[in-house]
């Protein structure tokens, strides 16, 4: 948890919440004193003037106790609220930078657990250990050495009371900590089926698994119900147990000192001080005992935090980088092998081919064939296993990120739009396009007419995209790349969705465009009728390179080709 601490917190403000903590022990320890001294000196004696000027004391000694406990309470906020912001900010930026691999390794509920219920873990702690951890032993200390100074024979009480509170807090420790540091992996679980009921509600509902989902989230929530009541039925019976025991402790000490004024070995005042001190010092065993109890699963969360920060991309970026020698767009796959990190097998093997600027790439395959590994590889999600991808006649390893990002321009699989308007939605590749962009590639992605009859740029967009058809989510995720200025445009079965008619358009409006005589475009498809018209034709099965070449040089002499033909013949293609 310090680690996490490490350059994230301010220095000074730390030691800033420390000198006012300790202000506020010694001022704390020294009130007791003020009303021995009133007792054994002021009423005993009837000194009206020493009881005012001690009183006067005890008012001042009050208002440093509170300004002091003020600003270390604000300070401590300030620490911890700081540390939680800087925390989620990192897992956030960090997860922005995560290869795809990395990001499979983590899951998406246990970041938003990281980054939510872990991080407000670690930040409660913090506060927590600004305040008590710190405190807790300074007072017991201080209360100790006032309290004997009173009395140096009431301490004898503390003999007894001390290792029963020592062996009551170590049971309820022993018990406590396990169950807490258990609570994150159950919430962790928790949140992975509710995002998945949420997320999944449509498919739940059409194969009425709503009783089978309810169940199974149902086990998820008594499974953390259970833990959380173990949890706090311990802590529960925290608060009268020292109640007890601290009753128990008045008594001893009232009994042994009614003993010790009788012989008049001890002064009244004395004694309600050491009563006062005594309590402080079982507080402080007290809170000691909730910072031991609620830091093992601050760690668990830390730890799990770190899981995050931690990670090694695998993704590295070049020392030096070697930017696009060519001004023209190329794009080259030499001998590419690919294995996922978690995989057995490779799901890409001897894949080779050339494209120059103004051509059309189009790879077609069963499914699970590796057309979107491939077409991932180009935006450098993933580093190539063997072989090297060269994008501009630059291996895409010898760019940055940053660099290839703003090579390659990708309409994915699955439409992703976010919540905003659209106009939001489009200048997400390139803030600066203007209306006439934004409506061109509105056009060329055959968007335009749905987009004039809503509120055109302004259209809102829900979350999701949900208030637009899968279609029309398509064509807006592929006008979405086309405002972008890039050297190669991949589409990856982005046109699934259309009708025949639009997806021919689309191509058509693609490749009548004057900006794509200097790009690349390289497009996914299902249908033999998508890709049909491409120069370059990649014929991908089980990971394999079986063809490549054009329509009419594939449809003439290769196998798999010609049997994707055959099953789409109704389609209308021959
Ligand atoms: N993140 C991943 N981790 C491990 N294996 C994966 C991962 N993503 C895909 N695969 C595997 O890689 C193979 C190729 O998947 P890919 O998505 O590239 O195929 P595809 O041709 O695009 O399929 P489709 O046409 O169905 O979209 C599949 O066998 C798949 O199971």
Known sequence: MFQLMKGRVSFWKVAGTVIFMILQVLTTLYLPNLTADIVNNGITKGDTHYIIIASGKMLLTSILVVLASFSNVFLAAQVSQKLGQKLRTDIYQKVLYMSNDEFDQVGTSSLITRTTND?????????????????????????????????AQLTQ???????????????????????????????????????????????????????????????ANQDYTHNAEKVYSIVAAMPPIMTLIMGGTNIGITWLGAHYIAQQSLQVGNLIAFMTYAMQILMSCTMLAVVFVVVPRAQASAARIRGVLDLQSQLQEPKTSSPNPSSRASLEFRKVGFRYQQAEKSVLTGVN???????????????????????????????????????????????????????????????????????????????????????????????????????????????????????????????????????????????????????????QALRQDPRMKTKIIVIVGQRISTIADADTILVLDQGQMVGCGTHAELKAKNATYQEIMQSQIKGGVN
Do not use: C
């Open 157 to 219: 009480v503390f003999l007894i009371v001390i290792p029963i509170l020592a062996i009551v807090l170590g049971i309820i420790m022993y018990w406590a900590v396990p169950l807490f540091k258990a609570m994150q992996q159950k919430t962790d679980r928790l949140n992975l089926i509710f995002r998945e009921g949420l997320t999944g509600v449509r498919v739940i509902r059409a194969f009425r698994q709503d009783q089978y989902e309810q169940k199974r989230f149902g086990q």
């Open 119 to 151: 991080v407000l873990q670690v930040q409660n702690v913090v506060m927590m250990l600004l305040r008590m951890m710190i405190m807790a032993p300074i007072m017991m200390i201080g209360a100790s050495l006032m309290a004997y100074q009173k009395n």
């Open 353 to 507: 081919f050339q494209a120059q600027a103004g051509q059309t790439v189009g790879i077609i395959g069963g499914t699970g064939s590796g057309k979107t590994t491939l077409v991932s590889l180009i935006s450098r999600m993933y580093d190539v296993t063997t072989g090297a991808v060269l994008v501009n006649g630059s291996d895409v390893r010898q760019q940055t990120l940053t660099e290839i990002n703003t090579q390659v321009a990708v309409a994915f699989q699955k439409a992703i739009l976010f919540k905003g308007s659209l106009r939001e939605n489009l200048q997400y590749g390139n803030s600066e396009a203007t209306d006439e962009q934004l409506w061109h590639a509105l056009a060329i992605a055959q968007a335009q007419d749905f987009v004039q009859a809503a509120q055109g740029l302004e259209t809102w967009v829900e979350q999701d995209g949900s208030n637009f058809s899968g279609g029309q989510r398509q064509r807006l995720t592929i006008a979405r790349a086309l405002v972008k200025e890039a050297a190669i445009y991949v589409f990856d079965d982005s046109f699934s969705a259309l009708d025949f008619q639009t997806d021919a358009r689309l191509r």
